[in-house]
């Protein structure tokens, strides 16, 4: 009888098993990796619904940020909802405008416009839209717009203005971008450099760069402007719209060169032309009153 190990077939299938128990260690693996990758995707998707438990936990992880930013989208999903459940987690909206975490503040103060009927909301928002950050002001402003306070006009006029961003410190500029160039919140810009001292300058908003005042190599103080930045094309669509509510007739050189300038968006110049007509039409309308009197 023929021995076993001289078969061929026996010997493709003993290989067969040997290169499946040498492959079986990196198959586990990669079904962990798979798996933890998923786990990962699953706790940290914004999508996924919580529990009033879980927000309630969330909302004091402030170790684990997205947890809060995740727990905040929520909240904002219920009062949309009209769910008064939510009202609970308000004192706590409330404490995350104080916060020092930048991201915090500014998710906050969107949140806070949709319940445009909360007074500690309307109180938090005023104090918002002077906050040391733009893109917080911009939110405050854009959410006291659903309170129909005209508090934020100003804030709104600025987002179709171009931003000037200044050094914090002085130094040489080091920096490589150019004019035209897409940035968006927490970019780097470039650098302050002194001596052996080095300070990043990142934007503080989306947007392109429209003019760069301090070329790399100047020699900066403290305050002096570095560049300008033109807002994002969202941003600037959300502060037409605001305008198209609070907007005044002096606004109008500003909204309607939006409406003329065919540089911008097709969306933008259509929006820019029903905020001036909605500002002509509040004027008019003010106007035929005081006349009636």
């Given amino acids: 009888m023929e021995h076993q190990g001289n078969n061929p077939e026996t010997q493709v299938v003993t290989a067969e098993v040997r290169r499946l128990r040498a492959s079986g260690p990196i198959l586990i693996l990669a079904v962990l990796f798979v798996g933890g990758a998923f786990l990962t995707w699953y706790f940290t998707w914004f999508g996924r619904e919580l529990s009033d438990a879980d927000i309630t936990q969330y909302l004091v992880d402030e170790k684990h940020p997205r947890r809060v930013q995740h727990a905040l989208l929520q909240i904002q999903q219920r009062i949309e909802r009209g769910d008064g459940n939510v009202k609970q987690w308000y004192p706590q909206i409330v404490a995350f405008s104080n916060h020092q975490e930048t991201e915090f503040r500014l998710t906050v103060a969107w ?146 060169r939006f409406a003329q300038d065919s540089a911008h968006a097709e969306r933008i110049r259509k929006q820019a032309a029903l905020t001036a007509n909605a500002i002509k039409s509040r004027v008019s309308s003010h106007a035929q009153f005081v006349n009636q009197q």
Wanted: without cysteine; glycine residues 8%; negative net charge.
């Fill in 111 to 256: 949140i806070m416009g949709f319940d445009n009927k909360s007074p500690e909301f309307h109180q938090a928002l005023l104090k918002l839209a002077h906050d040391p950050e733009p893109i917080v002001r911009r939110n405050a402003a854009l959410a006291l717009v659903r309170f129909n306070d005209a508090s934020g006009r100003e804030e709104l006029l600025a987002i179709l203005r171009p931003y000037e961003l200044k050094s914090g410190s002085e130094g040489e500029v080091s920096s490589t971008l150019k004019e035209g160039s897409p940035v968006a919140r927490g970019t780097l810009i470039g650098r302050i450099i002194q001596g052996s001292t080095m300070v990043e300058v990142r934007s503080p908003l989306p947007g392109k760069i429209e003019r760069i005042l301090a070329p790399a190599g100047s020699k900066v103080t403290s305050g002096a402007a570095l560049l300008t930045i033109n807002s994002d094309e969202q941003s600037v669509w959300e502060a037409l719209r605001g305008l198209s509510l609070i907007g005044k007739p002096e606004d109008l050189p500003v909204v309607e």
